[in-house]
């Protein structure tokens, strides 16, 4: 299998995708945190609405589908959550690092999806700390590179293929 790295520059909708998807994020770790007994629901719901954005944003079709399979599993299979978001998140830390998007979080991500190896009782709090995180550090990226300051004035981002 052979990756290739090819930045585009689309800034209005790069800049609404990844408002949408800190947005997305912050509000499922939120619900996580106040809900950890609907985690199934809302860790499924949260891995499907993330494929069908990725399906939206034309990212390619392997990397759109996982988390939907993910989710759907999840749905059908509640008992199988940390190991199934393990996998993901592992997945997506992977995906981060190989596009040089965002290398620290994806060092961060494949940290959490160990420790949800290691104590999956603990599941709920670890996937509203990355959820958090996650939508967090989006929104600082975001408004970082709307800072014309930072010589950031595109907003180009990494697509894998």
């Keep these: ?84 978001f393990a996998l993901f998140l592992g997945f997506f830390g992977l995906i981060m690092l190989m596009g040089f998007q965002f290398a620290i979080m994806g060092f961060l991500t494949l940290i959490i999806a160990v420790l949800i190896l290691m104590n999956p009782d603990s599941i709920a709090y670890f996937i509203a700390a990355f959820m958090l995180l996650y939508g967090v550090s989006n929104l600082i990226r975001l408004f970082k590179d709307r800072n014309p300051q930072n010589g950031n004035e595109d907003d180009s981002d990494v697509i894998v293929h």
Excluded: C, D, W
Aim: hydrophobic letters at 55%.
């Design 1 to 84: 299998m052979q990756f290739h790295f090819q930045i585009s520059s689309t800034p209005q909708k790069s800049r609404e995708r990844q408002v949408l998807t800190a947005l997305l994020a912050l509000v499922t770790g939120a619900l996580v945190l106040m809900y950890p007994n609907f985690l199934y629901l809302i860790a499924g719901g949260y891995l499907i609405a993330l494929g069908l954005m990725f399906m939206y944003a034309r990212v390619p079709s392997f990397i759109s589908g996982f988390p939907i399979v993910a989710g759907v599993l999840i749905f059908i299979f509640p008992e199988l959550i940390p190991y199934t």
